[in-house]
């Protein structure tokens, strides 16, 4: 999650075997999800990219010197938690998991091609 910066903030990724290899800074935050959690890392990413979650995000922020911050204020943030039962929250998340897995599947492929001038 990106807890620093102008625009991104509040703005959310998911690391897995196609991009676990990066570059982690002072900006970013890594959020893990444990095996007690409520839900998986996908439902995690999905929930805290709606919109009702990233307003709360916003109003969370707080301008330090020339850029908002998040600080500890992150862990202030309210994410909806699903009812395990809702068929369509299931199918959503088994779409969106979909979607983002291939997306990483397919950059993968398209990184190999030619790493020094495909441009993702």
């Not at 807890?3 to 075997?17: F, M, S, T, W």
């Not at 935050?29 to 007690?36: D, F, G, K, L």
């Not at 202030?76 to 929250?89: D, G, L, T």
């Not at 983002?100 to 495909?118: G, I, K, M, N, Y």
Request: proline fraction near 2%; glycine fraction near 4%.
């Amino acid at each position: 999650m990106v807890v620093d910066g102008r625009y991104r903030i509040g703005r959310c990724a998911i690391l897995h075997e196609f991009n676990y290899r990066c570059i982690v800074q002072s900006h970013l935050r890594i959020v893990t999800v444990s095996e007690e959690a409520p839900f998986s890392a996908f439902e995690l990413l999905y929930l805290l990219s709606l919109g009702s979650v990233q307003r709360d995000v916003r109003s969370l922020v707080f301008i330090q010197s020339t850029l908002g911050s998040l600080g500890s204020r992150i862990r202030e943030i309210k994410i909806p938690v699903p009812e395990r039962k809702n068929q369509e929250f299931s199918a959503i998340i088994g779409s969106f998991t979909d979607a983002l897995t291939q997306r990483a599947e397919l950059l993968s492929l398209l990184s190999r091609f030619e790493e020094s001038t495909v441009e993702l």
